[in-house]
């Protein structure tokens, strides 16, 4: 595809840079050298300049000139996830064993962990995750669901299948987003028996939120691994992304 003028400055001034003609920390000349040198108007220059902004090889501030601050266009690393099943997911072989279903109002501690208003309505769900045949849990989990979806327990497959996906198939209930945070934590006392580990020992917390088109999280998941019994491998790709 044939370059613009303007993305034939860009290109100039960016093997300057790279090539440290224009070095780290050093200003670009005037919109109207540039202008002058490749006979443009202070339009292209313009577009030219804002395109080096976007990579993030160049700022700029009124009065202050046009500052180089990177020698070469930054790296990242995306890691994609394809769909919800891969946030820090399980393999396909665990079963959930319901030990609670219980109406609970939020309280100041839960309120805490799920970012949510003390008096909040939910359906929880407590649950540890095994693999076929294998009697060491993996995981506690607790599932919060709005009061609504308490029927979900009765669903076909609710033992061995996401409980996002039974609400979305069972209710019609899309979900519009999704976040995962990870933190350490400490096994309290009931919970440390039903994994059957010492009360207190350290166990990593995922907390997956998921949300409705409004905004509004209709599933709370607070999933506890004891020491040892969860690896996670996350896939990075390269990319070039503007700082």
């Known amino acids: 595809m044939k370059q613009t003028l303007y993305q034939k400055i860009s290109a100039a001034l960016s093997e300057r840079i790279f090539s440290g003609a224009y070095p780290l920390g050093a200003y670009l000349p005037t ?7 490749f006979g443009a108007s202070h339009h292209s ?9 976007e990579k993030g090889l160049i700022t700029r501030r009124a009065g202050a000139g046009t500052k180089v601050i990177a ?3 930054p790296t990242v ?10 946030l820090f997911s399980y393999p396909q072989n665990t079963i959930r064993e319901n030990v609670i279903e219980e109406h609970l109002a939020c309280n100041a501690a839960l ?24 009697a060491q849990a993996l995981c506690w989990t607790d599932f919060y669901l709005l009061p609504r979806y308490s029927e979900v327990v009765k669903l076909k497959g609710h033992f061995n299948t996401p409980v996002h996906e039974q609400i979305e198939l069972g ?25 059957k580990v010492e009360a207190n020992s ?40 503007p700082r």
């Open 71 to 73: 020698a070469s266009e």
């Open 171 to 195: 209710y019609g209930q899309r979900v519009d987003s999704a976040t995962v945070s990870i933190s350490l934590t400490r096994l309290e006392k009931s919970m440390a028996k039903a994994l």
């Open 45 to 53: 220059v313009r577009d030219a300049l804002k395109l080096l902004v």
């Open 202 to 241: 350290p166990a990593l917390r995922i907390i997956r939120r998921y949300f409705d088109a409004q905004k509004n999280a209709f599933e709370i998941t607070v999933s506890y691994h004891p020491e040892g019994r969860y690896n996670c491998e996350l896939n990075f790709h390269r990319e070039l992304r």
């Open 31 to 37: 919109e109207a050298v540039l202008c002058k040198e």
């Open 77 to 86: 690393f995306a890691h994609v996830a394809g769909d919800l099943r891969h």
């Open 111 to 134: 309120a805490e962990v799920l970012d949510c208003p003390i008096g909040t309505p939910w359906f929880r769900i407590g649950a540890l995750r095994r693999l076929d045949g294998n």
